[in-house]
């Protein structure tokens, strides 16, 4: 039985959140002290963490910035903010997903099953996948890892799932509509800038000058491409 742990100091919602994973067949966790937190999910012992933002002491943002920095596992952020800001912060401090309260459980349930199902095929890989590279860029399909100039870079979920899935496509524009489908899911109600943020933080991370891409190009009023 896989493992959620919830990061709420709200036990009402915690334990309506709680509810709803059981009946879908998953062991939850309540946690709502930041740091303790941390350390439970460095465990290594939960296959997704669900994180509020407002949290007495250690706020969400950083609790998700802290593991990010150390390990890779889904995270959705759940929270009353419904500001665009706090929502691309969010993503750009390594979320998977943003779900604004109040929500329907039975939604979040859903929306927990897809980002482990992602995961779980991402991390997976395939034995016999080759290696996608492209000048100083290598992108290991089977053991989902990415390599700039030799170093490794380290990508959230759902940046590696977008690089994985515009580098194997290559030289073909994809709009942000269809982008969003093909990685969060046609069921996804996330907002119209998911997509641009996380193309930003990809090319922070493997472009030698971000604001001048090599490898993933911006065709405005378009979409996106990956320059082979």
Do not use: C
Request: charge should be negative; glycine fraction near 6%.
């Amino acid at each position: 039985m896989k493992k959620i742990m919830i990061i709420e100091d709200d036990r009402n919602i915690a334990e309506l959140e709680r509810d709803y994973l059981k009946l879908n067949g998953f062991k939850t966790d309540i946690e709502s002290d930041g740091d303790k937190a941390i350390q439970m999910a460095l465990s290594g012992d939960y296959a997704l963490l669900i994180v509020d933002l407002m949290l007495p002491g250690k706020s969400g943002f950083d609790i998700i910035r802290d593991i990010r920095k150390k390990m890779e596992i889904p995270m959705i952020i759940v929270s009353a903010k419904t500001d665009d800001i706090d929502k691309i912060r969010g993503f750009d401090f390594g979320a998977d997903d943003y779900m604004t309260k109040p929500f329907s459980p039975a939604e979040l349930a859903a929306r927990v099953k897809s980002h482990i199902s992602r995961y779980e095929r991402l991390s997976g890989g395939n034995a016999s996948s080759d290696i996608i590279s492209v000048k100083n860029l290598e992108i290991y399909t089977a053991s989902h890892k990415v390599f700039v100039s030799g170093k490794e870079v380290l990508l959230t979920t759902k940046e590696y799932e977008l690089l994985l899935f515009l580098a194997s496509n290559p030289n073909i524009v994809f709009s942000k509509e269809h982008l969003l489908d093909s990685i969060w899911g046609i069921d996804f109600y996330g907002e119209q800038a998911t997509v641009p943020v996380h193309i930003q933080k990809i090319r922070k991370k493997i472009e030698k000058d971000p604001s001048n891409p090599e490898f993933i190009e911006t065709l405005w009023g378009t979409g996106y491409r990956f320059n082979a």
